[in-house]
């Protein structure tokens, strides 16, 4: 794990007495070290107050290991997602990340669905809230777990009378159905009437290029716009 140094300490008496370190909010103490990295020359790893002998003029550097937290991935139902730990790659299952690192995540709904809502909490105490903006949060000293929340689609079956087709303007009105994906309707009954025609059907194009649908047809289901 990285190691941060903070403050340093230059010493050149035989016996010195080293104060308690600070304590850095997403960081764990490592110790006093020679080497501001903190990979060589450590004095002393505890976190209270010690007093150590040294032999020669020294700066010691208080040295700190960044904390590293799991994210936990939860299931999600009519779609799938991603966590990206800052510039590593995105997965689709449990991971980790250090304190302060940007989390992004990404929804994929299935078919028939759209993304509705993040959520992100403490892991140890759900109540507590991870706020996501714009599908990322910045990582806190603590476990997260996130999910993600897909909703099915709603769309409305709207009945034209195509004017600008033919001869003259259609009197009379069709009522709109409210739809919902996976379920199946039966078309209104056409209430369009025009003068020197009969009514032949509904199409999803204008021109009568498109899909073909009776008048009160059964089992029309998930359209889409043409």
Known sequence: SPTTSSGSKVLSEHNV???????????????????????????????????????????????????????????????????????????????????????????????????????AYKTETPGTIVTVTNNQFTMPDYAVTVGATFLINNYTIAFNANDANYVGTATGTTASIAATYGVSYTLTSNGFSRAGYTFAGWNSKPDGSGTRYDNEQTGVSNLTAE
């Open 17 to 119: 007495t080293l104060t308690a370190p600070e304590a850095k909010t997403g960081y764990t103490w490592k110790g006093w070290y020679t080497d501001a990295a903190g990979t060589t020359g450590k004095i002393a790893d505890t976190n209270r107050a010690i007093t150590v002998t040294m032999d020669a003029v020294k700066t010691l550097y208080a040295c700190y290991t960044i904390n590293n937290h799991a994210i936990t991935h939860s299931p999600a139902s009519n779609g799938s997602y991603t966590i990206k730990v800052g510039d590593a790659s995105a997965v689709s299952t449990n991971t980790t990340s250090d304190f302060g690192k940007t989390i992004t995540l990404a929804a994929t709904p299935e078919t028939g669905y759209h993304f509705g809502s993040w959520t």
